[in-house]
């Protein structure tokens, strides 16, 4: 698979010596510390493979074991949507796929810029603009959607997003039962547990809870992952001085040893199961008590967090595009910059939450909208400066020679669309005296919305969500 | 500085140091317990709190004053009358059914307690029946409830409809708070909001004083 977009740039947060320190600490958190598990499944088969129980639930992972599990795990990882059409690969060629959420418990109106319940009615919208936007990857159905009964959230949020969506699909669910519902959809829209496996049409988000909880609800999604191929990421979020130490290097190691349990459970469960590197060890605002989403500190952990990914041979799961802000505003603005240049420049693979505003608490499609401006904007940054014989242009220096110009040599006519101009963004030399930038967005989000019309899902497929919603309210109704 | 102030200021400070030896002394000169509650170890508390709103100081410092201002009533506890150190109330807290969060509640807790309340933690992953029980045994002024997860929010409602059936909804007043929940959703299920610690501090303050 091509390379989605060329990325020349060197960027480094941590030295070898600082990498090998984490790995070494984390190793000691689960030989040392050890981590809590419930749930007879996965503690049976932590200890068949060597883990050593403990009171109090407590399992610690030996570094053999975490070596093993190092060592089975795949490194490429193929994205796929719900046609089963590859349309992504994570590896050692380094792709970055960006991607945003379905719904949310608030939605920032785009014309209004004010926030309000999110209902099933806007999942529509994000479901039409981010299969629009070509900067735009995937979309997760995150298993919160209004309007439904909260069990089934997860179930029918998915049904909704495969009806109307093309590209690749992440799931979260607030239960186990939900995920094993979509295992189900996904397997009869793949053609069967077998094909869904070798085509996993989508991604699965799961987390312990810091510090060192792993209890049978967060392990045995993983399990339910590993089982049936389905791909995922099981994301530590933690806040430094509350889930976490309060040092970087602590809660990275403390992070690390969390991810590093979640893929020894993948691995006992079933070897080669597929898995992704996630990481949010965030700065917990000791005067709000909020867990940042804008901090850079945060940013640089995630980012820091990704080198350990790279480390390991493992894709990593990152996140940007996001604000503490509420509204769109200049510290939205600045935070979506600043988070989506750290992602560019880190080692990640597929970053999530794109829009996401007001530390995680609504998702605008506004933001989704600049933030696709500004991941295109950011293209031409980490493509690097290409410096070879053919581009250094010694001879038209010498042809053009003091005092001349470039503007008609044949070379300025062939490269210059080489570099940016922006779609949304202006560069007018008379600018309007009053901004209408945001104005002209809304105009732009009208547009895609009333415009575009995500390809249908085939008949047959129509057939078995609806077979499957029927059933699903039939448990409720 | 009067020795009240000097109590009040390690307070502040969260910086035990001579607090014990300074009490001693303040009582060997004929201070009572109660004039070193009032004028210094609850002054300074009050200073904390405000300082806390004005962005002035930060959760672990809060948190430091509180764990002071209970060296401090360690010492004077033995001395004091009965009536003399009033609770400002009594609150049940627990992280509801099929949550295991625990972070946002456990601060609830210390900021309670720094504001003098009397705290019963039943921890996470309790049942409407269990909170139930609690309610019955502890007769608390205010039950308090946590989730983090919009899955398990709906336990919440659980939680008040059992106290209802139970006769026990009427005796208490009950908050909840964590990251799904808003005030509309409260006031469906028939509980108060807010927002974080020092708002479930003010909220506390306000349902005690209604």
Known sequence: ????????????????????????????????????????????????????????????????????ALATVPEVIRLYNRDGEQVGELGPERNIYFGSIAEQLEYLDYKTNTARRFTRDEMKIMCTLQDYLPNIAFTTSVGILGGVPAQL???????????????????????????????????????????????PLFVYYAEPIPPLLHPYESNERIAVCAEHGIP????????????????????????NAEVLAGL????????GAPYIYGSMPTVFDMKTTIGSYGAPEFHLNIAAAAEMAEFYGIPFYGSAAISDAKTIDPQSAAELEMTLFSAMLSKAGLVHDVGLLDHCRN??????????????????????????????????????????????????????????YPKVFERNMVNPEKSDLLEKGVEAIDTILATHVPAPLAPEKEAILARHEAELLSRVF | MDILKQISQYVVEGEPGELEELMRRALDQGSTARELLDGGLLDGMNQVGELFREGEMFVPEV????????????????????????VAGKIVVATVKG?????GKKLVCMMLEGAGYEIHDLGVDVSP??????????????????????????????????????GLYDSVKVMVGGAPINAGFAEEIGANYSPDATGAVELANALMAS
């Open chain 1, 1 to 68: 698979m091509k390379r989605n977009f060329p990325i020349d740039i060197e960027f480094r947060i941590l030295d070898q010596e600082k990498i090998e320190k984490i790995h070494r600490a984390s190793l000691r958190i689960l030989e040392e510390v050890g981590i809590k598990v419930t749930g007879e499944r996965m503690r049976g088969a932590l200890a068949e493979h060597g883990a050593v129980m403990e009171a109090g639930d407590i399992v610690k992972i030996p570094s053999a074991l975490v070596e093993k």
């Open chain 1, 153 to 199: 959230a997860g179930q029918i949020g998915f049904i909704e997003v495969v009806r109307n969506f093309t590209k690749n699909i992440h799931v979260v669910t607030s239960d186990v039962e939900a995920l094993k519902d979509i295992v189900k959809i996904a397997a009869d829209l793949a053609g069967g547990p077998e094909a869904l496996a070798e085509k």
């Open chain 1, 232 to 255: 995922f990421t099981y994301m530590p979020y933690s806040m430094m001085g509350g889930t976490g130490p309060i040092t970087q290097a602590g809660i990275l190691a403390q992070n």
């Open chain 1, 264 to 271: 020894v459970m993948s691995q006992v469960i079933r070897q």
């Open chain 1, 363 to 420: 998702i605008s499609p506004m933001a989704i909208y600049l933030a696709n401006e500004i991941i295109e904007q950011l293209k031409y940054y980490v493509r690097g400066v290409d410096v070879s014989d053919e581009t250094l242009l010694l001879d038209v220096i010498g042809e053009v020679g003091p005092g001349g110009h470039y503007l008609e040599h044949v070379s300025t006519l062939k490269n210059f669309k080489k570099y940016w």
């Open chain 2, 63 to 86: 948190l430091m004053s509180a764990r002071t201002m209970d060296l401090g009533m360690e010492i004077i506890k033995p001395l004091l009358g009965e009536g003399d150190v009033k």
């Open chain 2, 99 to 103: 949550d295991l969060h625990d972070i």
């Open chain 2, 129 to 166: 029946e269990d909170i139930c029980r609690a309610v019955e045994e502890i007769r608390p002024d205010l039950v308090g409830m946590s989730a983090m997860l919009t899955t398990t929010m709906t336990a919440m409602k659980e939680t008040t409809e059992a106290l209802r059936a139970a």
